[in-house]
């Protein structure tokens, strides 16, 4: 692979994980599940205790959608980004800080401190998230049950 290929890949990298960002705090589900490999393992054993999945494409778009749909605002912010390349396989492993807010009587807003440590692979010349473990060291700040709050207004199948 000459240089030029290995940085582009780099950026096409790179690129890939800020849109899984930007599609969420976009709500843009179509986006989100162009940039998919055919099945996803969600881990974020290390973030809120659940135990890894692995979902089909649409599975996994449907889980972040439930997941995200009922907080009026998210913004998840990458940086710190480290891309590796190995063929057809990469990782990608950055620091996020995601903000959430969804009006309440109490404390309206979370925000969780994370790593990303994500694997993707090159699906016809295009990089594929199929792996996202999030890592959480540090305490929730703001209100933890923001998650359970949100998840409550949040996106039924069939509905809008």
């Not at 950026?11 to 490999?37: G, M």
């Not at 620091?95 to 790593?115: G, I, K, S």
Request: net charge negative.
């Amino acid at each position: 692979m000459t240089d030029v290929n290995h940085l582009a890949d780099r950026v096409a990298v790179a690129e890939t994980v800020a849109r899984f960002a930007w599609s969420q705090d976009l709500k843009d589900w179509d986006d989100l599940r162009a940039i998919l490999a055919d099945t996803v393992t969600m881990d974020v054993s290390e973030h809120l205790g659940a135990p890894p999945q692995e979902l089909s494409a649409d599975d996994f778009v449907a889980a972040c959608r439930t997941a995200l749909e009922g907080f009026q605002s998210t913004h998840h912010s990458t940086s710190n980004v480290i891309v590796e390349l190995a063929g057809d396989h990469a990782t990608c492993r950055s620091f996020m800080v995601a903000y959430h807010h969804v009006p309440t009587d109490e404390v309206d807003w979370l925000v969780v401190r994370a790593f990303w440590h994500v694997d993707l692979r090159r699906v016809d010349n295009e990089w594929r998230l199929r792996r996202i473990r999030v890592v959480r060291k540090a305490p929730f700040e703001g209100n933890p049950e923001l998650y359970a709050i949100a998840k409550g207004s949040a996106y039924k199948e069939g509905e809008k």
